[in-house]
Every structure is written in structure tokens, then in C-alpha cells.
């Protein structure tokens, strides 16, 4: 299968080197990382072992002459728009356009561009991966993925997907409901991310210090709440403050995107996670106090 991956950072990255085994691959990704890669490969740490692998690599759009099968978005979501005006000259209608990123508007934004959602399949991960230098990445955590059609079908296409991604080593289900999906890794998030972006900590610290594990609790709920307002369905508060609990253990030594983000000083995904609870919020009278000194913090300071 002929795959392009625009948008080649942590997971991204991760996403190519294992799929470039069996398929044909390759990654958009700025130039470093690119001219890394085509000398050296892509050279992905698991545990104690060094794994290198060989996907294609090019710095831009223009260098692409083949139409994709398939077409993972891996960019930050405020690169969303972007991305896509830039890779639609390279898809017809045959091509599946896949969103693996964190964000609630991501969705909403590639069909804007594409002006139908057809082509456009969603999932997310949770995979933990830190993005050490040019060509090379850490797999901090290993985490499912779940994909699935945005009319919540369980078609040919996303179980083919799904199959590949199992078969090349990163554990893929399907979904009849993937905004759910969506949703509830977006409320982890809502948590973890500017958590440990404000406290600079990996994200196994915030199970580690009672006051950071209350304001876990705390922002779970309050996002859970506004989610379950606008008629998504999601698990109960518990279950998804367990599963929070469990993403931060099992990436226990992450460091959260967000965090690299502020690290790198590159621009945080804050207003497609919290920011988009704390509009819903405001316009249905919920409350949105924890998310919104989280935005305050992460925006004013970054």
C-alpha cells in the first residue's frame, strides 16, 4: 500500500518506521529529520534495543509524484489546514485520509478543506513517544489504537487498516463509534498534557504527587461533564479517570506532547483540546474553571 505520512514527528515517525516494513511509505517531515533519516535511517528505541528502520523521507509536498493510497495526518492540530490544502493535490478520490491526532476540531477542519468527508476515515493513539533528535525517536509506551469511519460503519477499508497496523506491530481495533474514541482521549488529555507541561514533570510524576492526582480527578470529571452535555457518549467519570490514571502509568516516563512542545518552544495544541471544552462550556453554562487556568497558564506563559 502506497503511504504518505505528513506531518512526521513523534508518532508519526513511529507510525512509518513499523508500517515501512511491509508497505510502501513516506514521510513528510522537516528538513533535519528528512536529511537524518535518508543518511542514517529511522532509528526508533525500544527499551534496550536500538531498531533502525528505512522509510522514504522528502521535506515537501511537491517532491511527491504517485497518488496515495492512504494518508495519515500526523500534524499538530493547529497545522491541520495547512496540511491538508497541501496534500489534496496529491489525492483522488480513492484516497483514505486518516486523522491520528489530539484535538476535537481536527475533523471539522479537514473537511472544511476537502469540502466532503468521504475520503476521510479518524482514530487516535495512545502510544507514548518522545522525539529525541533528527532520526531519532523513543517508544516510551507501547498503547492501543483504535480506528473507525466517521458515520460509525464498520467497513472494508477501516478493517484493512486496522490489520495492516496489527500486523505491523502497533495493535489497531475498530471503532462504531469513534468520536466517542475522540472525545475520551481528549479529556485525558485535557489532563495530562498541560498538567505536566505547567509542572514539567513525565507524566507517571502526576500519580506520584496526592495534590496533582486530585486535579487528575478534577479536570476528568469537569471535561467529561461538558463532553456528556453535548451528547457524546462516553464511559462513566470513574472509568475514565482509571483509564487516565492507566495512560499515565503505562507512559510513565513520557514526556507529554505538550511538554515537548514548550520544550522545543514550538507552539502548544492547547486551544484544539481545552480550548474547545472551555468554548463548549461557555456557550452551555457549564462549568470550565480547572480548564480554564490550565489554558490561561499554558498560553500566557508560552
Same mark, same amino acid.
Given at each position: 500500500?502506497k ?10 515517525s ?9 508497505e510502501?511509505?513516506?514521510?513528510v ?7 537524518a ?12 534495543k ?9 521535506c515537501?509536498v ?10 495519515m ?5 493547529y *497545522?491541520?489546514l495547512?496540511a &491538508?490544502?497541501?496534500?489534496?493535490? !496529491?489525492i483522488?478520490d480513492? #484516497?483514505i /485520509?486518516l %486523522?491520528?491526532q ?18 476521510i476515515?479518524?482514530?487516535?493513539t495512545?502510544h ?6 533528527p532520526?531519532?525517536?523513543d ?8 480506528v473507525?469511519?466517521l458515520?460509525?460503519k464498520?467497513? *472494508?477499508?477501516?478493517?484493512? &487498516?486496522?490489520t495492516?497496523f496489527? !500486523?505491523?506491530n502497533l495493535a #489497531?481495533? /475498530?471503532? %462504531? ?6 472525545w ?8 495530562i ?8 514533570c513525565?507524566?507517571g ?9 486530585k ?11 461538558i ?17 487516565a490514571?492507566k495512560v ?17 518552544g514550538?507552539k502548544?495544541e ?7 471544552m472551555?468554548?463548549?462550556a461557555i456557550?452551555k453554562?457549564?462549568?470550565y ?5 490550565l ?8
Open positions: 500500500m503511504i504518505i505520512i505528513f506531518g512526521a514527528g513523534a508518532i508519526g513511529l507510525f512509518g518506521a513499523y508500517l515501512s516494513k511491509t510502501d511509505v513516506t514521510l517531515a522537516r528538513k533535519p529529520h528528512v536529511d533519516i535518508k543518511s542514517k535511517g529511522l532509528v526508533v528505541i525500544e527499551g534496550s536500538k531498531i533502525i528502520f528505512n522509510p522514504k523521507a522528502v515537501s511537491e517532491e511527491i509524484d504517485f497518488i496515495p493510497d492512504l494518508v495526518l500526523t500534524v499538530k492540530s *497545522d491541520t495547512n &491538508i490544502r497541501e496534500i489534496k493535490k !496529491k483522488d480513492g #484516497t /485520509v %486523522s491520528l489530539n484535538g476535537l476540531d481536527n475533523i471539522e477542519k479537514i473537511k472544511t478543506e476537502l469540502g466532503k468527508d468521504e475520503n476515515i479518524a482514530g487516535v495512545m507514548g513517544v518522545t522525539f529525541l533528535q532520526g531519532l525517536i517508544h516510551t509506551g507501547v498503547g492501543e489504537t483504535i473507525g469511519e458515520n460509525g464498520i467497513t *472494508d477499508r477501516v478493517s484493512m &487498516i486496522s495492516m496489527s !500486523k505491523s #489497531t481495533k /475498530v471503532s %462504531s463509534n469513534i468520536f466517542s474514541v475522540i475520551e482521549k481528549a479529556i485525558i488529555n485535557s489532563a498534557n498541560p498538567l505536566t507541561a505547567i509542572f514539567q513525565r507524566n510524576y502526576l500519580l506520584e504527587n496526592p495534590f496533582l492526582e486535579l487528575l480527578e478534577g479536570i476528568c470529571k469537569e471535561s467529561s461533564n463532553g456528556r452535555y453535548v451528547g457524546v457518549e462516553l464511559p462513566s467519570t470513574r472509568d475514565i479517570i482509571r483509564k490514571k499515565a502509568r503505562d507512559t510513565a516516563r513520557n514526556f507529554s506532547s505538550m511538554l515537548q512542545s514548550i520544550q522545543q514550538k502548544t492547547i486551544e484544539s483540546i481545552n480550548g474547545v472551555i468554548k463548549i456557550e453554562k457549564l462549568p474553571t480547572l480548564n480554564n487556568i489554558f490561561k497558564l499554558i498560553t500566557e506563559h508560552h
